[in-house]
């Protein structure tokens, strides 16, 4: 079994910061790619940052200058630290993880229950 706990989530003002963090636990073999991405209501779930295992990061448009992926391949933890907050970034985040359980040979994707992000005055 392998689960993925994520933190962080709340109540911004625009122009704020809020950092998010994901802690993968279980059977963990490897890791290759951690990211997150965000659904909010009404809108399909996309891909908002993710970093592969040798550091490579992927973010999408919207947020590039305003958000940092990090990740400890130690820990298997991944954060989104999130600058310069805009109402538009309200959604709920879910954490996602590429993992390959230990004694397999194939990677499957696991997801965390998502945080609730919310930028308002």
């Known amino acids: 079994q392998v689960q993925l706990v994520e933190s962080g989530g709340g109540l911004v003002q625009p122009g704020g910061s809020l950092r998010l963090s994901c802690a993968a636990s279980?059977?963990?073999?490897?890791?290759?790619?951690m990211g997150w991405y965000r659904q909010a209501p009404g809108n399909q779930r996309e891909l908002v940052a993710r970093?592969?295992?040798?550091?490579?990061?992927n973010y999408v448009d919207s947020v590039k200058g305003r958000f940092t992926i990090a990740r400890d391949n130690a820990k298997n933890t991944v954060s989104l630290q999130m600058d310069s907050l805009k109402p538009e970034d309200t959604a709920v985040y879910y954490c996602?993880?590429?993992?390959?359980?230990?004694?397999?040979?194939?990677?499957?994707?696991?997801w965390g229950e998502g945080t609730l992000v919310t930028v308002s005055s």
């Open positions: 996602y993880a590429l993992i390959r359980q230990v004694g397999r040979t194939s990677y499957m994707n696991y």
């Open positions: 279980g059977n963990i073999g490897s890791i290759n790619v």
């Open positions: 970093i592969f295992s040798d550091g490579r990061t």
